[in-house]
């Protein structure tokens, strides 16, 4: 979803206006812990659709390290504007996976709503690892994959309330890191003329 949120960002940006070259004037620290978690979550799916056995033991463990290290990366940069927002939903994210042992949970019914039928089939099958089906002993079910994104969504997916904070945080710190600066250009505007006819 995050990618989603990324592309909307830009395209908004951009129709208002915005630098989308500054946002690599924003000095990340440490920023290998937030790409690590991501390739390693991308490894981790693919590694569901091909079945590896040494991620099927130990897949949930590489998961819930991969949200440590976010969590992590999150903190050392939280200075840097919506950071604080996207550190809430990958926190949230990261209890509901804790709580049902290193899986997300994700509604079958929220699948058939989005029209991802398919995707059944993998979370039935052993060698899946982020994910597994949300049951009546799952726990925190609240925060799990139960809200639906059906078409006319470009990319119908299912995602959780922490999802939905994460893509807020991402969202503004898009926003503001690419606004025109009107004010200060306003500003420096004004003293130029002040200055020219004193």
């Given at each position: 979803?995050?990618?989603?949120?990324?592309?909307?960002?830009?395209?908004?940006?951009?129709?208002?206006?915005?630098?989308?070259?500054?946002?690599?004037?924003?000095?990340?620290?440490?920023?290998?812990?937030?790409?690590?978690?991501?390739?390693?979550?991308?490894?981790?799916?693919?590694?569901?659709?091909?079945?590896?056995?040494?991620?099927?033991?130990?897949?949930?463990?590489?998961?819930?390290?991969?949200?440590?290290?976010?969590?992590?990366?999150?903190?050392?940069n939280r200075n840097i504007k919506g950071m604080k927002i996207l550190g809430c939903g990958a926190l949230l994210n990261f209890l509901v996976i804790v709580a049902n042992?290193?899986?997300?949970?994700?509604?079958?019914?929220?699948?058939?709503?989005?029209?991802?039928?398919?995707?059944?089939?993998?979370?039935?099958?052993?060698?899946?690892?982020?994910?597994?089906i949300l049951s009546e002993n799952t726990k925190l079910k609240f925060l799990a994959d139960v809200i639906p994104l059906p078409p006319p969504y470009p990319r119908p997916r299912v995602v959780s309330v922490g999802d939905i904070i994460m893509g807020g945080g991402l969202f503004w710190l898009v926003q503001s890191y690419t606004k025109r600066k009107q004010r200060k250009e306003r500003t420096n505007g004004y003293k130029d003329f002040v200055e020219e006819n004193e």
């Open positions: 979803m995050l990618l989603d949120v990324l592309v909307i960002s830009l395209v908004v940006s951009f129709l208002k206006g915005g630098k989308v070259g500054r946002l690599a004037e924003i000095e990340f620290r440490k920023i290998w812990l937030i790409i690590c978690p991501f390739l390693l979550q991308y490894v981790l799916f693919l590694s569901g659709e091909k079945s590896f056995p040494i991620f099927e033991k130990w897949g949930n463990y590489l998961y819930l390290l991969s949200y440590m290290l976010l969590l992590v990366g999150i903190w050392v042992r290193g899986h997300m949970p994700v509604s079958l019914r929220a699948l058939e709503k989005a029209g991802l039928t398919d995707m059944m089939v993998f979370l039935k099958s052993k060698s899946y690892i982020m994910h597994t």
